[in-house]
């Protein structure tokens, strides 16, 4: 169906407004007038995906959705009874085939075991969302030397995507989905920054850094899988009510109360991103409520030598998981 007069005129107020994009009023809006195709109609029918971090929040309602469409879905979590008690409840919902994984995706060397034990028992890997981490108010290191938002964020999404990489390669075309943030649009990229020393370290910033972070990788991953048949693109869920969000954010959680999206609304284009047709041709791109948004808001996050400060970070990326790639888990070498 074509969109109600006038769609795109309220899309576009929606989106300068910031807070009308972000909750559920945006949703609301967008879903109705541009008569959105309902997920349920979007199959993944003998499709296999892997969605991070869900045990919880919308990782936990993205695998659902996943699955309602008719995919085989892992997921992967840290702790073994909040992950079984997911994937249970997950299968017994939707009638689909749910494995379950266990791993710290803060730990590089767990990421890469995770990776291995996915490959030899699949052929093909159609739909990876990487949604996994959090935001960490307290500076942390991990036992491998690594800032925790940047590990979990960056380095392992990165990790993931390298050694999964012959898998979605076969299944193409395929589709990568980083959940980022809508926090990103608050700094610029800058590898020198990305990771904060102990005195200096804020949370929210190393967190909306890191997201920014992914928005870039999203463009070199897209260029260094040039026609392989595997996109890979950037979300954000606008303000959804989640457990992260209330945990991370409580004062802001309180104050939007009744405007934050439902878990479900904001999943939404995640689902929508794995299965849509018209999402199989767009890559490098980042979307809120189904349509690739600007990536930058405020002047002060522009940078002229954008794509000259990505390639840095990608060779950061490629070198920190170095380490814990083999040449049978990596793939293409991305170098």
Request: proline share 5%; net charge neutral.
């Amino acid at each position: 169906m074509r969109p109600a007069p006038g769609a795109k005129l309220v899309d576009a107020v929606l989106e300068a407004s910031v807070a009308g994009s972000f909750t559920r009023i945006g949703y609301k809006a967008r879903s109705r007038l541009f008569h959105w195709t309902p997920l349920g109609s979007l199959r993944l029918d003998g499709k296999v995906a892997i969605v991070t971090g869900a045990t919880s929040g919308l990782g936990r309602t993205a695998a659902e959705l996943l699955a309602r469409q008719g995919a085989e879905v892992c997921i992967v979590g840290r702790d073994p009874d909040r992950t079984e008690r997911a994937r249970a409840e997950i299968a017994a919902a939707t009638g689909s085939a749910v494995e379950a994984d266990l791993a710290d995706l803060s730990l590089l060397s767990e990421t890469a075991a995770f990776a291995d034990r996915f490959a030899k028992q699949h052929d093909r890997l159609d739909v990876l969302v990487l949604n996994a981490g959090a935001l960490i108010h307290d500076y942390t290191v991990t036992a491998e030397g690594n800032e925790i938002t940047v590990a979990t964020h960056v380095l392992s999404q990165f990790l993931l995507t390298r050694a999964l990489s012959p898998l979605l390669e076969a299944a193409a075309p395929s589709r990568v989905i980083m959940v980022a943030s809508g926090g990103m649009y608050t700094e610029r990229l800058d590898v020198d920054t990305l990771e904060s020393d102990p005195d200096s370290y804020d949370g929210t910033a190393a967190y909306a850094r890191c997201k920014r972070a992914q928005v870039a990788l999203a463009e070199e991953w897209t260029r260094h899988l040039l026609d392989t048949g595997v996109t890979v693109n950037t979300m954000h869920p606008g303000w959804a009510d989640t457990p992260g969000l209330r945990t991370a954010l409580p004062g802001f959680s309180r104050i939007v109360g009744p405007l934050l999206r439902t878990p479900e609304e904001g999943a939404d284009t995640i689902a929508w991103l794995a299965a849509a047709p018209e999402a199989s041709a767009q890559s490098g791109l980042f979307f809120l409520d189904r349509r690739a948004r600007a990536k930058h808001r405020l002047r002060r996050t522009r940078r002229p030598d954008e794509g000259r400060e990505a390639a840095r970070l990608w060779r950061l990326c490629t070198k920190r998981t170095a380490p814990y790639c083999t040449e049978s888990r990596a793939g293409n070498d991305p170098s």
